[in-house]
């Protein structure tokens, strides 16, 4: 099998900013009209809205499976063991499923790749609407979760690609945002079924996964408003269409052109560098080998706490904890799922002034603290509306921080060259770990009890909080050049930077911010900022630190183990790497 790449976002992405830069005062000459500007601001914010509906179907399966495998269970005689794999298959399944999205969006092109992912959702749901049995229900699930995993890929790229570097922080949450949509709509939708009296269980559960195909086919109806991405468009050689593209997006034909320029010189340099994923696993370079542990280690810890086997299984997390009336616990779902969208919506927009690394440390320490709270709650028998209540508070401390700020804490940390296959191995452990999970959370519950589960899993938490505090640097305002060089100095490789002679990792991004002088200044974001920035740029041709503390990588003891840990995932990628082919991704 063969892979082909997929062209990363961040040539357009640097040459928006850079154009950007003098999109100011363009429009104080007049040559942007006001109007324009919104109309293209609304078309982006459109854009990622429809795209990021795909999502939603993995948040959807996530709600509704909470109340339709009890269904399922009880109509199909299933045992714990095929629960789980009904339940966890999916997940297992998207892992590999992001293996092929990087082809199939570089072969047929962002708009296709959605719509295929959306025809194997609907494909999914109706096979696992008539399933007779449980075998044609895996089937189903399998076909579902392939789907789940392009959609994992193709469509935060394709945000990527349409999204102005301002608004990357807010817009690049869309996606997780959308998930936690479809998780509430899930629960809402398995409340109004089983509120049907005459039906029976069977139906109850068929018409739950049925109606799972409606959310994509609302997709694959809206696609005929959304544009191709630009960057593909012109990897194929169609220019005068990403330029029209460009206009509509960026609201000016002056910067839609500076831009075209921009990425065809950024599609030349990696066409004549690529990236073998053996490089990838095994870099030379230090500073490679520790961003490379960051994008495993983000992956992995996000679904390594068992968010996702909690609200998979909440339903018997609340049956065992007195909930014994269906309704009653299909409302604490609804509750619990809004306590996971809401934090969503807020960090969305705070995450670009609050910062990447707090927020995932608190919310890791949070949700450790809920995790062992709730262990205590069934060690010691207390009231139901307890566990309830920690339930909403760890999916609000959940969402709060590790929840969206992974996937843009991941594609910051990763440099322009290694970007598409360290966005593609984050996605690829983080579903891996999600499915894995929840293929053995009724096994873990049946060896430790539910006081046991959620004291191991507090202590995985726990492991998780150390990895963000001392592993996790800050990224907040720090163009992407300069995260690298940060990576590159901390790791005593300065002399690279100096005999760059430019904090700027590519030589045609060196070019590319040459060519926009005016933007390196605080308020357009440029490689470095003002004053401050050209003393950086100094120091680092000096070959000295830079006095930035939160980007600091703590080396201490406390990362030995969690090293060793990740070695596991890192042999684990590999493995996969070796035994499906090559695959770069944006």
């Not at 320029?261 to 095994?282: G, H, N, T």
């Not at 230090?286 to 086997?309: C, H, M, N, P």
């Not at 929840?438 to 995985?460: E, K, Q």
């Not at 690279?496 to 200044?521: F, Q, R, Y």
């Amino acid at each position: 099998m063969s892979f082909h790449r997929v062209p990363s976002y961040d040539g357009l992405e640097h040459a928006a900013r850079a154009s950007r830069g003098s999109q100011g005062s363009l429009q104080a000459q007049g040559a942007i009209d006001p109007k324009d500007a919104k109309a293209a601001f609304y078309a982006v914010v459109l854009a990622a809205i429809i795209s990021s509906v795909t999502a939603a179907t993995l948040g959807y399966d996530v709600g509704v499976m909470a109340d339709a495998i009890v269904f399922i269970g009880n109509d199909m005689q299933l045992n714990s063991g095929q629960t789980q794999i009904i339940v966890g298959s999916l997940n297992f399944i998207a892992a590999f499923g992001t293996l092929i999205a990087g082809s199939t969006a570089d072969r047929f092109g962002r708009k296709p790749t959605v719509a295929v992912c959306c025809v194997m959702y609907v494909v999914g749901s109706v096979v696992m609407a008539i399933a007779p049995e449980f075998w044609t229900l895996l089937l189903g699930r399998i076909v579902t979760g392939l789907g789940v995993g392009v959609a994992f890929v193709v469509t935060p790229v394709y945000i990527a690609e349409i999204t102005p570097s301002e608004a990357r922080g807010q817009l690049a949450t869309c996606f997780d945002i959308s998930i936690n949509v479809g998780i509430l709509i899930g629960y809402v939708v398995g409340f109004g079924i089983n509120s049907i009296d005459d039906a029976s269980n069977g139906l109850k559960w068929r018409l739950m996964l049925g109606l799972g195909g409606v959310l994509p086919v609302f997709v694959i109806s809206s696609l005929v408003l959304l544009p191709e991405s630009p960057r593909w468009l012109m990897t194929r050689g169609r220019d005068s269409e990403a330029k029209t593209v460009l206009v509509e997006f960026l609201g000016s034909d002056v910067l839609a052109t500076e831009t075209i320029d921009d990425i065809r010189m950024v599609i030349e340099a990696e066409s004549q560098d690529p990236l073998s994923w053996y490089d990838f696993l095994f870099p030379k370079e230090k500073y490679l080998r520790d961003i490379l542990w960051l994008v495993i280690g983000v992956g992995f810890w996000q679904q390594a706490t068992g968010s996702e086997a909690v609200l998979y299984y909440s339903s018997a997390f609340l049956e065992n904890a007195g909930l014994v009336s269906t309704n009653s616990r299909l409302l604490g779902y609804i509750a619990i799922g809004l306590c996971k969208l809401i934090p969503e919506i807020i960090v969305m927009n705070y995450v670009d002034h609050a910062g990447r690394r707090p927020l995932l440390v608190l919310s890791s320490a949070t949700v450790t603290l809920c995790i062992v709270a709730l262990g205590l709650t069934f060690l010691f028998n207390w009231p139901s509306y307890v566990v309830v209540v920690l339930l909403c508070v760890y999916m609000w401390c959940f969402s709060s921080g590790m929840g969206p700020v992974t996937w843009l804490a991941a594609s910051e940390f990763t440099p322009l060259r290694q970007r598409a296959k360290g966005m593609t191995t984050c996605s690829f452990v983080n579903r891996l770990v999600s499915g894995t999970v929840a293929l053995s959370t009724l096994s873990t519950c049946d060896a430790m009890g539910y006081t046991g589960f959620f004291f191991f899993y507090g202590g995985i938490s726990a492991i998780g909080t150390a990895f963000y505090y001392f592993y996790v640097p800050e990224t907040k305002g720090r163009s992407l050049e300069q995260i690298t060089l940060d990576f590159k100095l901390r790791a005593g490789e300065g002399d690279e930077a100096k005999a760059n002679g430019s904090p700027v990792e590519n030589p045609i991004m060196a070019k590319l911010a040459d060519s926009h002088p005016t933007n390196d200044t605080p308020e357009h974001g440029g490689p470095l900022l003002g004053e401050k920035g050209a003393r950086r740029r100094e120091r680092a041709r000096e070959g000295a630190p830079v006095a930035h503390a939160r980007c600091e990588l703590r080396e201490t003891t406390s990362c030995c183990s969690l090293v060793a840990f990740l070695d596991v995932a890192r042999g684990a990628v590999r493995y996969a790497a070796g035994s499906y082919g090559y695959h770069p991704f944006a």
